[in-house]
């Protein structure tokens, strides 16, 4: 299996620098600063690119179980929503799928989301974190 690597350079203090994070691919490079991680500032953060990586992750693992269960999806949409707590520590992350999988009934693709949350490689890595998963049909 590939290594992927991503890069992160911080420039200055903390209060007072700022950073740039960089996928290593070239598909994605995004300002950082204390206040777009504890704030509401702009430029991106940790906690965001966690997210959309556990919710690539958790929509990819999700289409294969449906697929080789002979459920192919049209589309699996997911969102997650990382919690940045005191500490600082990352304390919660929920995650919300909508599927359109033809042939399939509402807790037939729940159960199969709740096997995408605890078996996908983001989820795994993140598995000291609590996490909610509401899962539901177009």
């Known amino acids: 299996m ?12 903390l209060t007072d620098g700022e950073g740039k994070m960089r996928l290593a691919s070239g598909a994605y490079e995004g ?27 958790f929509s990819m693992f999700l289409a294969a179980l449906l697929s080789n269960a002979g459920h ?9 929503r990382v919690h940045l707590g005191a500490g600082p520590k990352i304390t919660l992350i929920e995650l919300s799928t909508v599927g359109e999988v033809p042939g399939i009934d509402e807790k037939a693709f729940r159960e199969f989301a709740e096997q995408a949350k ?7 890595a993140l598995a000291a974190v609590d996490m909610i998963l509401t899962a539901r049909l177009a």
Do not use: D, M, Y
């Open 2 to 13: 590939p290594v992927r690597e991503s890069i992160a350079v911080w420039n200055g203090s």
């Open 31 to 57: 300002a950082f600063t204390r206040a777009s991680r504890f704030e509401e500032g702009p430029g991106t953060n940790p906690e965001e690119l966690i997210g959309a990586a556990h919710a690539g992750c």
């Open 72 to 80: 192919v999806p049209t589309r699996i949409s997911t969102s997650a």
């Open 118 to 124: 605890k078996g996908c490689p983001v989820s795994q």
